[in-house]
């Protein structure tokens, strides 16, 4: 499939997030206070970031996932990729091969006055466009960072870089290699919690592709990495996560058995940001095909999934990789 050569190249760019969590501390509530060492993590902050009591719906049961359809205003006849809302999902960042370089990823963002707003024309971030590989962004809730993937010069094969502006109408300033992430293997497809203080990635450090996360204590202190070993199994390649707000919810891309065809959406849970996931699921056939299905990226209030679909549907075999989407209720 391309998806798999693509990966070749840009680990999760060709193709959801949480803390490793296996330590039994909780935070002063009667019980051990959290000391914020896991698995050889370090984070100062594990008693003052947001938990499953906070952040956007917090305590909200959801309801099933419905309405999977193309985002068709910001689609092109080249592939599409790695979508990214903002916090508060009036941009969507991504990344495409429509500049007509080829099969080259440039990094592109679409807005809208409103949530309930179609998307305007795509704009190309060509302040930070190279002749190299750009893509798989993620935007800092604040909107002023922008975490990306490249192979850029500089870089050591596919490494994660952040670039910051001034305010949202501003262009982008010339970016910069992340500390503390990056290996002499392919990194890429970042997830920022609201924070800032940790970033899900996609790594092939290891051999195979895995999801790994990276902390930090302050934003000027380099970040620590780990690698997610709940979410891994031998021989699959697991990448693109996305997480909820409070990161009890995590979503992620996989070849592993058991799928639909291709690579699968999967999805894993847990009661809090102290506790272990639970063994991944396949989300189903609304987001999974027969092909390729990836790079699932969740909304800050949890209501909508934004995926790629690189698909045959219904016997039908389409020739690119478009941005779908789909939403989701509380319950009453």
Not at 35 to 48: E, K, L, M, S
Not at 168 to 192: E, K, L, Q, Y
Not at 220 to 232: A, H, I, N, Q
């Amino acid at each position: 499939m391309r998806q798999l050569s693509r990966l070749l190249v840009l680990t999760a760019l060709a193709s959801g997030c949480g803390l490793l969590l296996d330590a039994d501390e909780r935070p002063d509530d009667g019980g051990p206070r959290d000391t914020g060492v896991r698995d050889g993590i370090v984070d100062a902050n594990a008693d003052a970031v947001l938990d499953a009591d906070s952040g956007p719906d917090a305590g909200c049961v959801w309801g099933p996932w419905e309405s999977a359809e193309v985002i068709s205003e910001v689609s092109s006849t080249p592939d599409d990729w790695s979508p990214a809302p903002s916090a508060d999902n009036l941009a969507l960042f991504f990344d495409s091969w429509r500049s007509g370089r080829g099969a080259q990823n440039d990094l592109y963002v679409s807005t809208r006055a409103s949530p309930t707003d179609t998307w305007g024309m795509p704009v190309g971030l060509e302040e930070l466009n190279t002749d190299a590989i750009d893509g798989a962004p993620a935007a800092l809730s604040d909107g002023l960072t922008l975490y990306f993937g490249s192979n850029r010069s500089g870089s050591e094969a596919v490494d994660i870089w952040k670039a910051t502006r001034p305010t949202i109408d501003d262009r982008f300033s010339s970016p910069d290699r992340v500390p503390g992430i990056n290996s002499p293997a392919d990194d890429t497809s970042p997830h920022v919690t609201p924070d800032g203080q940790r970033i899900y990635f996609s790594s092939n450090r290891d051999g195979s592709t895995d999801v790994f996360v990276a902390v930090r204590t302050a934003p000027d202190v380099p970040f620590t990495v780990s690698r997610l070993d709940s979410l891994s199994i031998e021989g699959a390649s697991d990448s693109s996560p996305t997480a909820s707000a409070d990161e009890t919810e995590i979503f992620f891309s996989s070849d592993r058995p058991g799928g639909r065809g291709g690579r699968d959406i999967y999805y894993a849970t847990r009661p809090d940001r102290f506790s272990d996931f639970s063994a991944p699921t396949n989300l189903g056939e609304l987001f999974n095909g027969v092909d390729d299905d990836t790079h699932p990226a969740l909304s800050t209030d949890g209501r909508t999934l934004y995926f790629v679909r690189d698909a045959c549907v219904d016997g039908s075999c389409d020739s690119r990789a478009d941005i779908w989407k789909a939403e989701r209720d509380c319950l009453p």
